[in-house]
């Protein structure tokens, strides 16, 4: 069910703001100054993301591999992700973003204190080179997928939450996008106030539950 939603969702963004020429990869997006771009909208690598999920599938792993970028396999998998976790600790040290490692993905939490002001998918303008330099880490390691996903706590109501996180999601993911990177590497969700990390009883969980997530994983083949 949250991938229909978050399908519509995409689509009624895409429709609500005016298009630009993406110069890096000739693909219609959403303009920067209307608050996002809808990410892999031209390739339509959003909307086979989410027909993937069906039979478990990821299409984004073989159109990427079928465009030659290639995949990982065995110790080069651990080896790819350890250089580009360290890349990024050094661009984000001191940045209040926080990298954890799990297994061979990398996780980036960027708080909404930082990232957004309240109520609002703008990015502060502050946090824009902050989010350009992950771009061109992105870039850089290639072989790799990248999924943005938006969160919200519990305060306001559920289709409101839902659709604030979309709209931040998308804000980040263009951001990142508009360094060069291949948009058929992206997912895009918003997850609204249905995937805490603290309780939404208190300010200061709420203020955690205020987030955008990106996750990073290898492209394994074979």
């Known amino acids: 069910?949250?991938?229909?939603?978050?399908?519509?969702?995409?689509?009624?963004?895409?429709?609500?703001?005016?298009?630009?020429?993406?110069?890096?990869?000739?693909?219609?997006?959403?303009?920067?100054?209307?608050?996002?771009?809808l990410v892999g909208a031209g390739s339509g690598a959003v909307i086979g993301a989410i027909a993937g999920t069906a039979t478990g599938a990821d299409p984004r792993v073989a159109a990427l591999i079928g465009a030659g970028i290639g995949g990982l396999t065995g110790a080069a998998i651990g080896h790819y992700m350890d250089q580009q976790e360290a890349e990024l600790r050094a661009q984000l040290q001191g940045t209040g973003v926080s990298v954890t490692r799990v297994g061979a993905q990398i996780i980036l939490n960027m708080p909404s204190n930082i990232t957004f002001d309240i109520d609002s998918a703008a990015v502060q303008t502050g946090f824009n080179e902050t989010l350009i330099s992950v771009g061109l880490v992105l870039k850089k390691f290639n072989k790799t997928i990248v999924d943005v996903y938006g969160h919200t706590d519990d305060t306001g109501s559920d289709a409101h939450n839902q659709d604030l996180s979309q709209?931040?999601?998308?804000?980040?993911?263009t951001i990142l996008a508009n360094q060069g990177i291949d948009q058929r590497r992206f997912y895009i969700e918003g997850k609204g106030e249905t995937d805490p990390i603290a309780s939404n009883a208190t300010e200061t969980g709420r203020s955690q539950n205020r987030r955008v997530e990106i996750q990073i994983s290898p492209i394994q083949q074979g």
Do not use: E, K
């Not at 020429?21 to 209307?34: E, H, I, R, Y």
């Open 1 to 37: 069910m949250r991938f229909s939603i978050v399908a519509a969702g995409l689509v009624a963004l895409s429709l609500s703001a005016c298009t630009t020429m993406n110069p890096f990869t000739g693909d219609q997006q959403l303009s920067s100054t209307t608050g996002g771009a």
């Open 167 to 173: 709209r931040r999601a998308v804000a980040v993911a």
